[in-house]
Structures are given as C-alpha cells and as structure tokens.
C-alpha cells in the first residue's frame, strides 16, 4: 500500500500539481490516509475519534480528488466532515469553527485549469515545510494506520456556506458604497452571491457561477489582465471601486474607481492604518517582495514592520509565533487576526475593507492617490529547474558577497541600493526563479533589473518571462 507522490508535488507550503501528469486520485488517497494517520497519532483523542473537514473547489478534477481524499481519511480510522464546493477560506472557517482537528482542502488556487493540489491545516495551525515532507515520507514507506479492526472512519456532510457567510459579516458596521465583484468563476463566487445580498450599497457581480473551464478569464488578481473585466465595469457603471479573488478565494485584488490596482502590499497599508488605531506598536508582518513603501508606511503610523519569507503557510505561522495582528504579501494573501481568525480570507478582507473605508473616512480611489508612486515591477519569473535554482541564488549570493552588497537573507536575497532595492528568490511553488524591483524612478529601476540580469546571465539564466505568478 506505499505510494510513492511525483518529486513536485510536495511543495513547502502546499501539494500541488498536474492533473494526469503528476497529480491523480492516488495521490488524493494517499494525502487523505497519510493525513489521517498524522491527526490519529498526534496525540488528538476524543470521545468520538479523530475527525477532519474537507472541502474542494470548482475545478473539474476537485470532485473525484476529494472522494479519493475521503476514502483514504476514512481507511486511516478518521471521521470525515464533508463541507463540499466553496473557498479554501470556508475550510479554514470549519476547522476553526467546528469540533475537528484539522481540514483538509482540494484547490488549484491560482493556478492553470488543469493542475490542483491540497491545502491543509492541523489543530488551528498551518501544515507545511517539515510536516509535508513527513506526509510523504509516510506514504512512500506505507506507515499508515488501518483505523484498527471494523473501526473505518465515518462520513457526515454539513452545509456550512451560510454559516461562513454570516460570520464574514458579524459585526458590520460599514456605509453603503458602490462596488464591483468579480469572482472569475472561481469558487470565491456562490459566496459572493449571497454576501452581497446581507450587504448595503449597491453591488454588480461578474462571473459568479463557478466553472472550471474558467471562460471568461484567468482567475488570478495579481495579473492585471485578469482585472480587464472588473476594470471596465467600475468604469462603465462609475462604481466607487471594484473586488476580484482567486479560483479558491483566499487573495483579494482591488482596484479604485479610476480602474488603477491596489496591489497587495498597498492593501496591507490600508489595513495597517486601520488595525494600528486600535493596537498601538503592533508587529505587522510582510513577505519580503513588499514595497519599501509599506514598511516606512508601517513605521510613520506608529507601527512595527517585520518583513518574512513569501508563502501563506510561512506567514500565517509567523504571525501566530509573535502575536500579530495582521499579515499580508504582494500577491493579495491579507491575513486578519484582530477580530478574525489570522487566516487568509479574500472575502473576510473586502467586508473588512468596506468596513475600513467608512471607518477613515475616505474612498479607496482617495487612499490610491495619497500613496507614493513608485517606479517597481511585477513579480519576475525565470524558468529554472527544480534541481538548478537554489544553486544559483546561491551563486548570486556569493558574488554580491564578494562585492560588499547590503543584502538581506530573510527569503533569498533583498538587495539594497542607492536607488532601490531588487530581490532574487527561488520559488516554492514552479521550477523557477522569482525576483523584484523597485525604485523611485523609472531609470532607477531600470539599473536595478539590469543587475538582476547580469546576475542571472553570469549563472547561465536568461529572463523570458514576465508573468505574474
């Protein structure tokens, strides 16, 4: 019964892969038997056994994966509570909110059609890195608890959308504002129906019937591309600004009333204002592709800025480890843990935007045009195999040693100069290299991205993309 999972499939902060290449319903069950085991040895005791929530989302390989994931928690011994289709972040509400040990999500996230992959948490904790890693040294050495004799673990379905959907909505008290949704037929959308529903203002929705052809576009927000849509209808209909969300939802992107995106990092400096009002000197967490901009905007507001490595999994812990109130990264992941539960929500962050907005008094496309202009790029990413690109971010490492760089080591290497800064990291997620640049100004930046690439070209690496993750 030992299952051996293709050597990309285990990532560090999640499992994610190909659908019919490198990822198939064996693999669900061995995630499911082997998570199982994990919940059923950890010490987790109760009356009626261990018992794990599962969810999945709108892709089309998402139904059989998640019975395959089912059927393995239930071999394991484990107890099973069905949530069905809906956002990652529904998950995460269930394990938070329900009598379980852990959760397990099918999702693809932000990914092509055909990849797909788990999400998981254990006891209201990020499961990742070294706890990933043992999952799968468990299933290749077929370490795996049968449940004992008769003892098969057994399945409940619970509707727990309208459940979630009051929860994002617990304690509103914003205006009444003029917004777009786009949910990119992700499974961010049935939600969205019915939240905007409980909410005032007026609100237009796009695509939020979920499919996973994904017809009308890609559902990522961190493409601009993929906001054309949103874009044209905050334009068309003069709405006061405009929400979009990842295929699972747990990434927000925003754009004013202008049509100019709100990038992530910019995001967390709305959210910082807000959260440093009542929790005077928090740490506030950032990954380390953030602008600048938001860490001295961090400190002005009376604020502590730490800057951490990139990844959901990775940030959530730390912010857990230290007490922090909010979190966020680039790409649109805003982590809430002043009167949320600390996990990444993308609709939990728009309420709380809409409840941020009345709350300062201004409008998104007012917070736009207060925030410095910044000569930056999007994220950077070079094809690099998975064997090679750690090797050559420590190549790089050496030379600006050698030079007498000013680099900071938190995730990869964060470069500083006299006219910015530039990052180099290895992805955790694709066989690639991802970096970053950002200065005051355009020709500034431009002296930045040609260190990168020379860099780059000194390790035998050549820039051929540069497209967003």
Known sequence: MAHRFHPTLLREYDIRGVVGRTLGEADGYAVGRSFGTIVRRMGVR???????????????????????????????????????????????YAEAAFDVDGGVQITGSHNPADHNGFKLVFQHQAFFGADIANLGSMAA?????????????????????????????????????????????????PVVDKLVKLLPGEHHVLFTQIDGHFPHHHPDPTVEANLADLKALVRAKKLDFGVAFDGDGDRIGVVDGKGR????????GIFAELVLKDRPNATIVADVKASQALFDRIAALGGRALMWKTGHSLIK?????????????????????????????GLYAAVRLIRGLTRLGRSVTALRDEMPNMANTPELRFPVADSRKFAVVEEVRARLQALGANV?????????????????????????????????????????????DAHLADSGVIRISRADS
């Open 46 to 92: 109760r009356a009626g056994g261990s018992r794990v929530a599962v969810g999945y989302d709108g892709r089309l390989s998402s139904p059989a994966l998640e019975q395959a994931v089912v059927q393995g928690l239930q071999d394991s011994g484990t107890d099973v509570v069905r949530i069905g289709l809906g956002p990652t972040p529904m998950l995460y």
């Open 141 to 189: 050495a077929g370490d795996w608890s049968d449940g004992g004799s008769g003892n098969r673990g057994q399945v409940e379905t619970v509707a727990v959308m309208d459940r979630y959907v009051a929860r994002l909505v617990q304690g509103f008290d914003g205006a009444a504002w003029r917004i777009g949704w786009d949910a990119g037929n992700g499974a961010a959308g």
């Open 261 to 268: 995106v709100i990038w992530g990092d910019q995001l967390l």
């Open 317 to 345: 812990s730390k912010m857990k480890e230290i007490a922090a109130p909010l979190g966020g990264e680039m790409t649109g992941h805003i982590f809430l843990a002043d009167d949320y539960y600390g996990f990444d929500d």
């Open 408 to 452: 900071d080591e938190t995730d990869g290497l964060r470069v500083v100069t006299p006219d910015g800064w530039w990052l180099l990291r290895a992805s955790n997620t694709q066989d690639a290299l991802v970096a970053r640049a950002e200065a005051k100004d355009e020709e500034g930046l431009a002296r930045l991205v040609a260190q990168i």
